[in-house]
């Protein structure tokens, strides 16, 4: 028998009892088995805790009301999980059980999902690529050979094989959008405060946001009526009242009234060619459901880049002081004094990327240097919000590629850190101003890799940028897409 796939279909089939949770719950844990040694998607899988759970929500009598009843999910190593290890793909971490659950985790679960396990990332969602993870590479299941982006490329890849219909990820610089545009499935990354991030490792606490991988829009916005909303454990989350973002979207794909601001003086170079023709595709593929296309400039948006790598860096520099092998983690033993057990449990549990970062991060907050970087940071940054809120008086959203390039190959970039980093530079902009952005699937390479859009929105004004996706994937096909290594490898 063949089983649903997508959030709705499976939640409908298992109210129905066409099929048991457990029998769902069982088909996503073989697909993982057969799938995760060459993609190594997932760094830990809750196997018995998955099918106890499924088995449970099967015994339940009033379980109709519940929107992800059965529902497979997978989560970011770095959302805590009870009982489940976190450990943010890092060294320092590696033996962590966390004895809570983050916010997001008990709203799934309260809504009938099954936790099947945690998925591969960049350490402390640092990077763009997950070759930065401590337990080796995430790979694309278009191509082994390729990177499915960063920093949640576990869950992006699990996704796009299949493995689950919805994965949860983190987006600080693009984490959720760039590795969804790179493995073909939609990435949602909310307005910051719209989901609580209690419960989340922090890499940046300004920036980061959680939100969900799926293979449609519809999925996304199931997901997102379900984690979003206020959270008296956050004290950042907003207390604006949360729409129904799946009543939100158009049913006939129909953008009338809509406009679509295009920066254009930000494509004229480091664009390759394929993304470029996809993207321009795209925009006339709007134009003919009703969308208004029009110009928009982003003055500041060439600054987004170092701006964030000294705020992302001087915020993650005072979130991982915290990991010094005192309380929980790894703790290097053969330390004499105190300080030394300090410099030997973060050098020896920390990987390259992360101590760039806070040996970066530091320095911008040092007293001589604070004027000169973290202060003129943040003084741009504010110039690029205002930017895009000049953008907004006469666009409802604004469209960009997702990424300059499709997915390129493992260690690629990994010795030259700066054109690493600008694989974010569509996506960072969003974080530094606090806005909501989506990436789906807007065509492919010559090669057949996946190529991303992506449409930004007012703050809080999510619902909007969902009903512009959906009205572009009911219009074309490219999210029915699915890699043939996926399909071959779990034959």
Known sequence: MDLPTDVRSIRDAVVKRDVSAVEVCQAALDRIDALNAPLNAFRAIARERALARAAELDGRRHGASLPLLGVPIALKDNLCTRGIPTTASSRILENY?????????????????????????DEFAMGSSTENSAYGPTRNPWALDRTPGGSSGGSAAAVAAGMVAVALGSDTGGSIRQPAALCGVVGFKPSYARVSRYGLLAFASSLDQIGPFASSVCDAALVLNVIAGHDACDAT???????????ALSGEGDLRGIRIGVPRHLFREGVDRDVMQAFDAAIEVTRHRGAEIVDVTLEHSP?????????????????????????????????????????????????????????????????????????????????????????????????????????????????????????????????LAGLPGISLPCGFTATRLPIGLQFTGRVLEDATVLRVAHAYERATSWSKERPPVASELSR
């Open 97 to 121: 059980v966390p004895p809570y659950d983050a916010t997001v985790v008990k709203r799934l679960e309260a809504a009938g999902a099954v936790i099947v396990g945690k998925t591969n990332c």
């Open 303 to 431: 600054e987004a880049i170092p701006v964030y790598y000294v705020i992302a860096t001087a915020e993650a520099s005072a979130n991982l002081a915290r990991y010094d092998g005192v309380r929980y983690g790894f703790r290097a033993k053969d330390a004499a004094t105190l300080t030394e057990m300090y410099d030997r449990t973060r050098g020896r549990g920390f990987g390259r990327e992360v101590k760039r970062r806070v040996i970066l991060g530091t320095y911008v907050l040092s007293a001589g240097y604070y004027d000169a970087y973290y202060r003129k940071a943040q003084q741009v940054r504010t110039l690029i919000r205002r930017d895009y809120d000049r953008a907004f008086t006469s666009a409802d959203v604004i469209a960009m590629p997702t990424s300059p390039t499709a997915a390129f190959k493992l260690g690629e970039r990994t010795d030259d850190p700066v054109q690493m980093y600008l694989s974010d530079v569509f996506t960072v902009g969003a974080n």
């Open 237 to 247: 989350s907003s207390q604006a009242a949360v729409p129904d973002f799946s009543a």
